[in-house]
């Protein structure tokens, strides 16, 4: 009896694994949506580009852009997961035989059915995005009525350098702050811009007041340090409107801004960028907040510093393995800059593994010893156990939260080296004390340059996150 209802349920399996097998290897179905997919984006993408070169100040329309954008990268994630899934397989085998925990994939029912899903789902984002631009015609007709921004090939390089990437709606309600009419009986208006740890705050303020539009709307622009403001009693700003842009790293007394705010001229505009929260309550309009890119947009952003000038189309193993990258970097601006440079200088396969298996093997070691990925760890300003980058070390070394390094400070004092030469570690001698890791550095003025502190410690398996962080939080003051 049980070996006939065994082999019953044997036969039933078998037909329905057969069954998914040939609807998920449905290979002129898939490729025919790929091509699809691939023809709807570049009609999708020429659309949110125009729009990104127009003064949009229609909510509406910015809601309906800010849609767009998020169904775009959201078909570029879907595009690249079918172009490079055998590819991603391959490298998930090759990783297992070098493994202690061997990577197997899995042939099941329920294997399957994730196949079969993720088919769908290729369709589903297809028929999304075709009912995305049978709606786009009002949207094309009312953003050719909206005044072109001036666009120098300058800006254009900037959007990279300099993290500008993406923002699209965001960069477009900043300028419509600024360039609204003025408030109640021309009373100073205030924006308040919220956001978590180096997620582009200070990067979408400096490139909107670079706008031709917003710099000829202002008889000045001026950039103030929010902490110093209860100790401005002699400062007078100009009796002409004016842009203040003001950076808090701490709350401030009610009275000490009330007496700052008093000193404004009617007409101007204040933008104040910090992560505190409760900063918002200054402001005369509601509080911009700024996220993280989308893990969608993260990855395209990241491929696109990866290869420059390369296509990845000729590299697909390469752009398989920057899948794989972006998602151990988990978000991080910084680290996305510098290990794009890293890799953007050697086109080569095992190099890219390379990197990919030192980086994740940090990633690791810190989750499993702090239980935090690193860049959580380095937002709440705390260190980072970097041993693992480099067999060499004969010690604990520990990475410091990134800051701008100025030109005069007293840390050039100490010897300096690059990200790419911590991570190669080839024929590079690594220094015996305290030194300096530059992590990124802009190519254009001013030339801001992300560093991070690399001390050596001796610590034990008791030693914890808030001890470290009081020594972080006494090295970065």
């Known amino acids: 009896m049980e070996a006939t209802i065994s082999a019953i349920t044997g036969d039933l399996i078998s037909r329905v694994v057969s069954y998914l097998i040939k609807k998920c290897l449905d290979r002129p179905a898939t490729d025919e949506n790929l091509e699809r997919l691939q023809q709807l984006l570049l009609r999708i993408h020429a659309v949110v580009e125009e729009a990104d070169g127009r003064y949009i100040t229609n ?28 590819l991603a397989w391959s490298f998930i085998h090759e990783e297992s035989t070098t493994s202690s925990i061997p990577l197997k994939r899995s042939r099941t029912v329920p294997g399957i059915l994730r ?28 953003l050719g009525g909206c005044e072109r921004m001036c666009r120098r090939p300058y800006d254009a390089y900037l959007y990279i350098d300099n993290f500008m990437f993406g923002r699209h709606v965001e960069k ?32 979408l303020v400096s490139h909107v007041c670079k706008n031709d539009h917003v710099r000829s709307h202002f008889a000045s622009i001026l950039f103030v340090h929010g902490d110093s403001i209860g100790r401005m009693d002699d400062v007078k700003f100009s009796t002409e409107p004016t842009l203040i842009v003001a950076e808090f ?20 505009r204040v933008i104040i960028i910090s992560r505190i929260q409760n900063l918002a309550r200054f402001g005369t309009v509601k509080p911009f907040v700024l996220g993280s890119l989308s893990r969608e947009e993260y990855r395209y952003l990241f491929k696109m510093l990866a290869f420059g000038s390369a296509d990845e189309k000729d590299y697909p193993n390469l752009a398989s393995v920057a899948n794989q990258i972006a998602i151990v970097l988990n978000g991080s601006l910084v680290a996305a800059n510098a290990i794009a440079d890293l890799l953007r200088r050697n086109l080569d396969i095992q190099f890219w ?36 980058l480099s067999s060499s070390y004969p010690t604990s070394r520990f990475l410091m939260p990134p800051r701008v390094e100025k030109d005069n400070c007293r840390e050039r004092k100490l010897a300096h080296i690059s990200f790419g030469d911590l991570m190669n570690n080839g024929g590079m001698v690594i220094p015996d004390d305290k030194f300096v890791v530059v992590g990124w550095e802009s190519r254009l003025p001013p030339y801001t340059r992300f560093v991070n502190d690399v001390e050596y410690a001796v610590m034990n398996h008791g ?15």
Request: net charge positive; glycine share 6%; proline share 4%.
């Open 463 to 477: 030693s914890t996150i808030s001890s470290r962080k009081r020594r972080s939080r006494h090295l970065i003051s």
């Open 249 to 268: 790293v701490k709350d401030v007394d009610d009275d000490h801004w009330v007496k700052f705010y008093s000193t404004i001229a009617e007409g101007s």
């Open 115 to 142: 196949s079969f899903a993720e088919s769908n789902s290729l369709r589903s984002v297809v028929e999304n995005l075709e009912d995305a631009i049978a709606n786009l015609s009002e949207f094309v007709m009312l």
């Open 172 to 203: 477009q309600r900043v300028m419509n702050f600024l360039l609204s009419p003025p408030g109640c009986h021309g009373a100073p208006m205030v924006l308040p811009v919220i956001g978590g740890c180096r997620v582009g705050k200070k990067t």
């Open 353 to 388: 593994l390379r990197i990919l298996r030192r980086f994740k093997g940090m990633v690791d070691y810190n989750l499993s010893k702090y239980g935090d990925h690193p860049k959580n760890i380095l937002d709440n300003e705390c260190p980072i156990d970097i041993t693992t």
């Open 59 to 86: 909510s509406r329309m910015l809601m309906q852009l800010k849609l767009l954008v998020a169904s775009m990268y959201w078909g570029y994630h879907m595009l690249d997961t079918f172009r490079y899934r055998s």
